[in-house]
């Protein structure tokens, strides 16, 4: 990937971003989710990160639901429609995994894996890699892992999804390339061996969340805990995952974020549709928390933001026949017509603009956009 070459030698790395379906993939599945499948991952996402920001943190809420909705407590991966490959091990090799915001721990399947989900590229196998350690119950590591215990002395890990998928394995250390000039020696990861669940064929996930065993943190003497993304406008093209700081340049703003434990929050402050600012009532925003996330697919927001916004889009798109709504996509457009939606633009804290690209104002010729239930319920920005 060409643009390797060009940032080779600073403390900047970067990993090429494929959809998952794509003839850029790495590992091109024929099975493809409906868009039902791919809403109903999404919504069971989005359920999971608003009730784990409405408790604080991850472990409290954990400890909680474990006494009321006991099913489903845990992470929600969503429909995971975009991947890295990354190489485990030294010789390396070489994984294609999902890469996850909303949480820390970096697994991939194991061998000798008494239950493995069927995945493309082979499974890791411990014993072929001279760099591999477990990591004993004894080393203050092994309680970074919040669901934890031990076997003949060796960490194991554990993590449920809210989607009822699951990776259970020895919390370990392998050296982690990145790309052909970065390697992260010593990375902690789980190293699964019995994995449930999960949809896809992928060989793992890559947490890139603000907990300590996440990459970024793992990572934070190196990259100074920055990272950016470029998910790929359409299945045939790619994007980028980079670590590190950016070059500088006129083309970037910064807004400031929370200091939140667990995930990435900024503060929206309005929405415009065709260079008008819509009339949403400032307190709409400032009263809520927008958490921006890598695994949702469908931008969520307040209603009465929504409400607005689909009000705006829906008028300045009476050129092009409507269908009906697919579940809570409810602005659709004919399937088969090119759609050249009218530009949408999201205001954040410190005058910062981001006009989005039409992949992010349509989804499957839909508004990519729903309403949450309530207002306090906040937003999630993909
Ligand atoms: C990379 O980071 C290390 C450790 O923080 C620092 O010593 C070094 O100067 C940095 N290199 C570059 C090229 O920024
Ligand atoms: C892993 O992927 C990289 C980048 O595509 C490639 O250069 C390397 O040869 C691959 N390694 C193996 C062992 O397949
Ligand atoms: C893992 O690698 C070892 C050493 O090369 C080999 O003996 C073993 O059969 C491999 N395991 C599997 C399940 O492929
Ligand atoms: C985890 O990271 C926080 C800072 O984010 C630090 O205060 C804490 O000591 C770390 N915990 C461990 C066990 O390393
Ligand atoms: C975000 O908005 C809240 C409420 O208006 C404010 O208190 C906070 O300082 C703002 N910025 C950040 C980074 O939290
Ligand atoms: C709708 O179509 C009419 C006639 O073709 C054209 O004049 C008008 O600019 C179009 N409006 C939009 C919003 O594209």
Partial sequence: ???????????????????????????????????????????????????????????????????????????????????????????????????????????????????????QENYFNASQSSSYASIPCSSPECSLSFQHACSNSTCIYGVTYGDGSSTVGYLSRETLTLSPSDKVSGFIFGCGQSNKHFIGKLAGLMGLGRGNLSLVSQTSQKFGN???????????????????????????????MHTDPTFYVVNL???????????????VFSSAMFILDSGTVITRLPPSAYQVLRSAFQSSMMNYTMRKSSGILDTC?????????????????????????????????????????????????V
């Fill in 1 to 119: 990937f060409f643009l390797n070459f060009l940032i080779s030698g600073s403390n900047r790395t970067l990993l090429a971003v494929t959809h998952r379906h794509g003839p850029c993939s790495p590992i091109p599945s024929k099975t493809r989710p409906t868009l039902g499948e791919i809403l109903r991952q999404d919504q069971l996402r989005v359920n999971y990160l608003q009730q784990v920001a409405s408790h604080g943190s991850r472990e409290t809420r954990v400890q909680e639901s474990q006494t009321s909705v006991p099913a489903k407590l845990g992470f929600a991966l969503g429909s995971a429609e975009y991947v890295v490959t990354v190489g485990y091990g030294t010789p390396e090799q070489n994984q294609t995994v999902d890469f996850d915001t909303g949480s820390d721990i970096s697994w991939i399947q194991c061998q000798p894996c008494p239950a493995c989900y069927p995945q």
């Fill in 226 to 256: 920055v990272f950016s993304y470029c998910l790929p406008p359409t299945e045939s093209s790619a994007g980028y995952l980079t670590f590190g700081e950016p070059a500088p340049s006129a083309a970037i703003s910064y807004t400031p």
């Fill in 269 to 283: 402050t309005a929405i415009s549709v065709g260079g008008q600012q819509l009339a949403i009532q400032p307190s």
């Fill in 333 to 381: 457009y004919d399937e088969n017509v090119d759609i050249k939606p009218a530009p949408v633009a999201l205001h954040f804290e410190g005058n910062v603009t981001l006009n989005l690209d039409d992949s992010g104002i349509l989804f499957d010729n839909c508004l990519a956009f729903a309403g949450n239930k309530k207002d306090s319920d906040g937003g999630i920005i």
